[in-house]
């Protein structure tokens, strides 16, 4: 079943069961009314009655007897009146019937100070009781003219019920039409969508906020959808261009080494090229798996507590005897008040591989070989801070810096192995243990990027 024939369905059902109710009600709560206001007028027309018989008297009482019976026997339709004085003897008797065994049973009903009423079909019976005089009388009738336009609310009632549920599912469905509009572009919008082209927007001006809410979260998934389709082509485009150089370098010094009759020391320079070359092709490989590792991992409660200086200290260790002119020093900024504020919780080999990564980065890129670490502990959080000096990064460097492959202008002049991959690595390792990392340019040209890692008591 399609959207707009279960909306206009439901919504025809929705208002035939209000109308319905509404219906119904005036139809009972009429015929209720009804019913009351023929009992009234059949206790007026029995008191009426009484008032006439109590001011009879003399020579004329029984033909003013016989006029009362004539002029009220066709007030209401098939009335009849029976009253009864103490010792439960007629005083008048308006009736056409036979047997009075009804009359019996309901004068037996009769209580003081209570009107007895009562219905058999269409007939109606109200038994009354004065004080007073001590009388009872029953007053009975049927009321044609309330029957007959209860009838006649019936069928109006009927009438304008299927009217009223044609002219509702007409509607509905043309409401229904009006409020799919709107999704069937979004449809058609996303079967257009391809990753080929990911520009096209949906307009958000449907009348419905709810489905201008639908298109502006749909435009925003293409937005971001857009951006990722374009990080992974320059990703793809960048990591083809970075690994042809060293192959096209490699080969063209393989083959001028085959062509020609080189000397020994020659032949050690041919190789001591490929070995850089190779050199660079390992490190850009391993860092290529390494960010294709992190993409879809996240952080992982059952990871072990790792200590921030342990891990440090270790990595420090080997970057001095890789890099014997690296000038390196770890400080405390402030004095951790137990060893439980160094611990956080982590993969153990991502973190050193990421704290390694920023002790090369300033080590490539500083103007002194010189990297500073200071070490800051807050309530939540451990804090280190790599200080290198050199060039601070504009404003447009600073909002690409974390981009695979690119380097700063600085970096650009710089004859390093590295393919600019070490700060996104950084980044997605601290994605991954809900941490953060952060550059602040620095007084007397130092450079400080600032690593926020979250304590094991904290996540």
Not at 53 to 63: Q, R, T, V
Not at 274 to 300: A, P, V
Not at 307 to 325: A, G, Q, T, W
Not at 343 to 361: P, T, V
Request: charged share 25%; with cysteine; aromatic share 8%.
């Amino acid at each position: 079943m399609s959207f707009k024939l279960r909306f206009a369905l439901q919504f025809a059902f929705a208002v035939a069961i209000i109308l319905l109710i509404c219906f119904v009600s005036i139809y009972f709560l009429y015929a209720n009314h009804r019913q009351q206001d023929f009992y009234n007028r059949m206790r007026s027309e029995g008191l009426e009655v009484y008032r006439l018989l109590s001011k009879l008297e003399g020579e004329d009482y029984n033909k003013s007897l016989e006029l009362i019976r004539e002029v009220h026997s066709s007030i209401i339709a098939d009335e009849e009146i029976v009253i009864l004085d103490t010792n439960r003897h007629i005083l008048f008797s308006i009736s056409k019937a036979t047997d009075t065994s009804k009359f019996n049973a309901i004068f037996q009903k009769i209580n003081p100070g209570i009107d007895y009423t009562e219905i058999d079909e269409d007939r109606q019976y109200i038994g009354l009781y004065l004080p007073e005089e001590k009388i009872r009388m029953v007053i009975t009738g049927i009321d044609e003219p309330g029957l007959s336009r209860l009838k006649n609310l019936k069928l109006i009632l009927l009438i304008v019920f299927g009217v009223a549920l044609l002219i509702t599912t007409s509607i509905s469905f043309l409401f229904s039409n009006q409020v799919s509009q709107p999704l069937l572009a979004l449809s058609k919008q996303m079967e257009a969508t391809s990753e080929v082209d990911l520009r096209k927007r949906i307009p958000e001006n449907a009348t419905f906020s709810e489905v201008n809410l639908v298109a502006r979260n749909f435009n925003a998934m293409l937005e971001r959808l857009e951006k990722i389709f374009e990080f992974q082509r320059s990703f793809v485009h960048h990591a083809s261009h970075e690994l042809r150089t060293p192959l096209a370098t490699m080969l063209s010094h393989t083959e001028s080494a085959l062509a020609n009759r080189l000397t020994e020391e020659e032949y050690r320079i041919v190789l001591g090229s490929l070995k850089q070359d190779q050199e660079r092709m390992i490190e850009l490989t391993n860092s290529l798996l390494l960010i294709s590792q992190f993409e879809q991992q996240g952080f992982d409660h059952s990871w072990p507590i790792c200590r921030v200086d342990e891990m440090l200290y270790d990595k420090i260790s080997i970057n001095m005897k890789m890099f014997p002119d690296l000038g390196i020093s770890l400080v405390f900024l402030n004095t951790p008040s137990s060893d439980d504020d160094l611990n956080i919780r982590g993969n153990e080999a991502l973190l050193k591989s990421m704290f390694s990564n920023l002790i090369r980065n300033g080590y490539y890129y500083s103007t002194n070989k010189k990297v500073e670490i200071l070490l800051e502990i807050t309530d939540e959080k451990v804090l280190v801070h790599v200080e290198t000096r050199g060039e601070h990064l504009s404003e447009t460097e600073r909002e690409k810096v974390m981009m695979p492959f690119y380097r700063g202008e600085y970096a650009r002049h710089k004859k390093t192995t590295g393919a600019g991959l070490g700060l996104t690595i950084v980044q997605r390792i601290l994605n991954m243990h809900k941490g953060a990392l952060v550059y602040s340019p620095m007084p007397n040209q130092i450079n400080r990027s600032t690593v926020i890692l979250p304590k094991a008591a904290t996540v």
